[in-house]
């Protein structure tokens, strides 16, 4: 299954993303912890190259995320030049206020009432944003809502005399190249529920802790999980939580159990897990 989505207002917000890039000095993507490569957008790290800005990346949902992974993550791009990467929680106000002075190390030339610090706040739907922005003005000026998108237009705050925020819309980028890929963002709620099947995503988000996570499978579901197929985690969820579809005569409703899945995962009930490190990243991407 090929998974694309790329709603009308994300060209517009990527050609007014780049005018005011020219005015910002540092550019801070918050990507998804539980997916950091899957969840950078490649439009960002386009147009942030053309500006030559140096760029803070924050992996948020660290909470949720696998530790090991994440410090293999850290390594990775903190290994990288012109790139400082942290592990935070939005949600959390210390991580957020950690922002602005890791920010000023990349931008030291900016650090006075003629000359404010401007921070340009990027990412794709769905990843923290709106959160940060909120955590760092110290309340709420940017809507935070479960879907993705729901921020659909740039807004530029000015924090106090010495820190400028550009809140972005989230943008996706106009073709997923890699299945996998749109697979790892749709179980991550980053594409509208209109561009994948509920059904078909949690089938491939089974088949992926029963590989890596098996253990919190049994655990949250309460059925062992050797030896089975990831169609056979949907049937054991569903049976587990009594998911039968009305006057059917007992038939099993795997797409309700499909969805206590995919909330399970999302919400972080199943436990912290990573869905792709350095590693099985660069195996992906290597030539067959």
Not at 35 to 58: D, T, V, Y
Not at 71 to 77: G, S
Not at 252 to 268: F, P, Q, V, W
């Amino acid at each position: 299954m090929s998974i694309q989505w790329f709603p009308g207002h994300m060209t517009s917000a990527k050609k007014k993303a780049a005018e005011t890039l020219a005015n910002a000095d540092v550019v801070v993507e918050v990507v998804d912890a539980r997916l950091p490569a899957a969840s950078s957008n490649p439009m960002i790290h386009e147009l942030r190259a053309f500006r030559q800005r140096p760029f803070l990346k924050l992996l948020n949902k660290a909470d949720m995320a696998d530790p090991a992974a994440t410090r293999a993550w850290l390594d990775f791009y903190n290994a990288q030049p012109g790139t400082k990467a942290v592990a935070i929680s939005c949600k959390k106000q210390g991580d957020a206020a950690r922002v602005p002075s890791l920010c000023q190390q990349l931008a030291p030339h900016r650090d006075s009432a003629l000359k404010p610090l401007r921070l340009m706040i990027m990412g794709i739907p769905n990843v923290g944003k709106s959160t940060l922005m909120n955590a760092l003005v110290r309340k709420k000026v940017a809507a935070v809502g479960d879907q993705p998108a729901v921020t659909k237009s740039q807004q530029r705050i000015d924090v106090n005399s010495r820190l400028t925020l550009y809140d972005t819309p989230g943008m996706l980028w106009p073709k997923i190249e890699h299945p996998v890929d749109g697979l790892m963002l749709a179980a991550s709620h980053a594409v509208g529920v209109n561009a994948y099947i509920d059904e078909e995503v949690a089938t491939w988000l089974a088949g992926f802790l029963l590989a890596h996570y098996p253990a919190l499978l049994t655990a949250r579901y309460g059925f062992a999980v050797a030896g089975i197929d990831p169609p056979a985690v949907l049937e054991g969820i569903a049976r587990k939580r009594a998911c039968v579809i009305k006057g059917s005569g007992g038939e099993l409703d795997l797409e309700k159990a499909a969805a206590i899945l995919l909330t399970d995962y999302r919400n972080g009930t199943l436990g912290r897990i990573s869905l792709e490190t350095p590693q099985r990243r660069a195996a992906m991407l290597a030539p067959a």
